[in-house]
């Protein structure tokens, strides 16, 4: 069964970081692209970062200088490293997958979702 489980979301204070990991099983991961997305209560699902499964990756304007997303093929892993976090950054965090080399900044083009992780930043 495909699944992808996020872990590493909690309570920061503003300017503190935070990694948030992404596991993949079974066809989740293998010969995909993995993207990083947020809503905030009342807002749409927002795009912060993409990665091939060849490398490269592209982030939105919000999360450049900021966030780096990785990955570890190894463990069937994606990462969002987050830096000076903002307020602003409050959100449900969630990982997606989709097939094929080419990433996507619509969440509309991912068909695995994980189940979302909270991050929170006090000010």
């Known amino acids: 069964q495909e699944q992808l489980v996020e872990t590493g979301g909690g309570l920061v204070q503003a300017g503190g970081s935070l990694r948030l990991s992404c596991a993949a099983s079974?066809?989740?991961?293998?010969?995909?692209?993995m993207a990083w997305f947020r809503q905030a209560p009342g807002k749409e699902r927002e795009f912060i970062a993409a990665m091939r499964w060849t490398g490269g990756s592209t982030y939105a304007d919000s999360a450049k200088g900021r966030f780096t997303i990785s990955r570890d093929d190894a463990k069937n892993t994606v990462y969002l490293q987050m830096n000076s976090l903002t307020p602003e950054d409050t959100a449900v965090y969630y990982c997606?997958?989709?097939?094929?080399?080419?990433?996507?900044?619509?969440?509309?083009?991912?068909?695995?979702w994980g189940q979302g992780t909270q991050v929170t930043v006090s000010s």
């Open positions: 997606a997958s989709r097939f094929g080399l080419a990433f996507s900044t619509q969440h509309a083009e991912y068909d695995y």
């Open positions: 079974g066809r989740a991961f293998s010969g995909r692209a």
